[in-house]
């Protein structure tokens, strides 16, 4: 009866752990995404005990673990200091001090969950050390974040909703402020599991890797897992702000970098921004979302293809004239099949643009946990830097959200169902050719020394050529003009669809609309940014 027991013990422990443990299996088609196994990289809410330093002072990690009262208690303290807008005693750390409040509500919400009976003590010391490390903050005058450690966990507040949005900081041991270093933006990929107080962190071979490469890398938390498009997209972008403001960085050498989920990221934004970096390295990408998705593109509805086509690589590729690409594909990975990247690689090398491939023959999906594919994505980093301005641009894109590529930048679409695509060119004798393809307006700024100030300006759009004045920098060009009684017409803050409406503060009129006239009234006021007692703003 014992060994019963026992072995039944053993049983119903071996299937918990399990649970816990292995990736759960690839997305079923028609799914968003199909998840990645992130590597076993620590997940500690203060700074972790990494090799690199120690723990700031204030910050007991080792201790013995407090009782849920007593954490509880701290936690309360805290929140009424914070209320109370007694601490943080320096603003530039409010955002911090805010995701670790959030931090302990999380812990403390799992920690009262009945059924969350495994490694309790575990997370009752982190939840201390999360609270400990949220007494440093509030306390400190100056960065709270610039502590010795090569590792930092920073946060800012997002603008579309007021959240705090962590991100983390992994700096080079030999890291001074009196050079400029490579920044890799690492996404991440999909894992159901992770949240705010389980991040997706680097694993220690690719902190020493980073190290030894002399690359500061910056790590999203991405919304969750947002495909790293959308509000994730905004987050990724804040976030290589963020590094370059607060960090020794080489303006000329910021590069995208991601694995499985996060390599489709890469793609989207750096295509969505190719101006932006220097360069993008993706790992097990995919790059088609019809054949992600198993869609027919041609038998969808104009309305619904176009949200696709929107973040869709495989049609944004014209937009990579000036974005070198580097990427790294396992030959057995049955998750994201080699035919998105062997597909992208040769539609870039038909246009005759910087791409190099690596296919590892005995690797699978996975290969983000090993080190040579590692090496290899970072010390391309480190060896490369952004391409001198060209006097061509191309750019496609479906939404005047993303609309610009270095020079040229669209403003409207004639038909917002279809791709916008413009290529321009700056000849010489001030000539300006431009070909456009569902294009009603645009406008051109190409550095001023590409054009002789003494000279009218020819564009010739489509072929059809008209001869502008010198009136500076600025060509614009529209099909048709605008109706001067026009107040409502898509921006690129304004230009839907409903999915990027969530990125910006917008208001919501409780009001209900009677009468063409009113209602006019009414949106015009809603555009212009207005909100009456009746609106909430979120």
Known sequence: MRFRFLLAFCLLFSCVAFAQGPPLPPSAPGSASAPSIPPPAPTFSAPPPVPVGKPPAGVHSWRPAPTLDELRAHLEQLEKQYNALEIPKDLQNLALLRFKLEQGRLYLAQLENRNAF???????????????????????????????????????????????????????????????YPLAVFLHGYDPAINKIEPWLL??????????????????????????????????????????????????????MGVSMGGYGVYAVGLHHPGRFAGASALCGRTDTYLWL???????????????????????????????????????????????????VADLKLLNYNVRYTEY????????????????????????????????????????????????????????????TITAEVKSRNLVEVQIENVAAF???????????????????NGVAGVL????????????????????????????????????????????WAGRKTKRRRAASLTSGNCTPTAFRR
């Open 118 to 180: 495994l490694w309790r003590e575990d997370m009752q010391r982190r939840f201390a050390a999360a609270l400990d490390w949220a007494d440093v903050i509030g306390q400190t005058q100056g960065d709270a974040s610039m502590t010795p450690l090569s590792f930092h966990e920073r946060a800012y507040i997002a603008p579309a909703d007021g959240s705090a949005q962590p991100y983390w900081i992994y700096l080079p041991q030999d890291y001074s402020s009196r050079r400029r």
């Open 203 to 256: 694993s220690e071979e690719m902190q020493k890797i980073a190290s030894r490469r002399g690359v500061i890398v910056a790590v999203p938390y991405g919304r969750r897992n947002s495909d790293f498009i959308h509000i994730g997209e905004d987050d990724t972008l804040r976030v290589a702000d963020e590094a370059q403001a607060r960090y020794s960085v080489d303006p000329q050498r910021v590069f995208l």
């Open 294 to 344: 198993r869609l027919d593109r041609d038998a969808l509805p104009a309305w619904k293809r176009i949200l696709y086509d929107a973040d869709d690589p495989q049609l944004l590729r014209r937009n990579a004239l000036d974005l070198p690409f580097q990427i790294q594909h396992g030959a057995r990975d049955n998750i994201v099949p080699t035919q998105h990247s062997r597909r992208m």
């Open 361 to 420: 023959t005995n690797l699978d999906h996975f290969i983000y946990f090993e080190e040579t594919v590692l090496d290899n994505a970072l010390s391309w980093v480190a060896q490369n830097r952004a391409l001198p301005p060209s006097r061509r641009v191309a750019y496609t894109t479906g939404s005047l959200r993303d609309n610009h590529s270095r020079w040229a930048a669209i403003n409207a679409f004639e038909d917002y169902t279809r791709l916008a």
């Open 443 to 461: 406008t051109l700024t190409p550095p001023a020394e590409w054009l002789d100030a003494k000279l009218p300006i020819t564009l010739k759009v």
């Open 469 to 512: 004045p010198h009136g500076g920098t600025s060509l614009q060009w529209r099909k048709n003009p605008a109706p001067e009684t026009e107040t409502l017409r898509k921006t690129p803050t304004r230009s839907g669809p409903i999915k990027n409406v969530i990125a910006i503060r917008f208001c919501w009129s409780m009001e209900l």
